[in-house]
């Protein structure tokens, strides 16, 4: 098993920024990805960024590739989410994800390859 509990999440201007953090425990995570999707009122879960641990990938969703950074720290078992020039579109509600099976592009943007998933945060941009 896995637990993952995010934080970080809040109200921001447009144009801001924010920092999200997921601390995992459990397991070892030395083959999973790490992923954040969001999903916004009336909207699908749509994925935002992943990591994986080996070799230290990272993947972006186009709408936020740089402006979002997702990095990790192996030893604290913890994944970071930093999010600048925030936009009103960016207000969801955030949740990281663990999958021991995406090792693909499209394995990876996909949420049902994640195995383990946290409550998630709520991120709120203000025009």
């Known amino acids: 098993q896995v637990q993952l509990v995010e934080s970080g999440g809040g109200l921001v201007q447009a144009g801001g920024s924010l920092g999200l953090s997921c601390a995992a425990s459990?397991?070892?995570?030395?083959?999973?990805?790490m992923g954040w999707f969001r999903q916004a009122p009336g909207k699908e879960r749509e994925f935002v960024a992943a990591i994986r641990w080996s070799g230290r990938i990272t993947y972006y969703a186009d709408s936020v590739k740089g402006r979002f950074t997702i990095s990790g720290d192996y030893a604290k078992s913890t994944v970071y989410l930093q999010m600048n020039s925030l936009k009103p579109e960016d207000t969801a509600v955030y949740s990281c994800?663990?999958?021991?099976?995406?090792?693909?592009?499209?394995?990876?943007?996909?949420?049902?390859?994640?195995?383990?998933w946290g409550q998630g945060t709520q991120v709120t941009v203000s025009s």
């Open positions: 459990g397991r070892t995570f030395s083959r999973y990805a």
């Open positions: 994800a663990a999958s021991s099976g995406a090792g693909t592009w499209s394995a990876v943007i996909d949420s049902r390859t994640y195995d383990y």
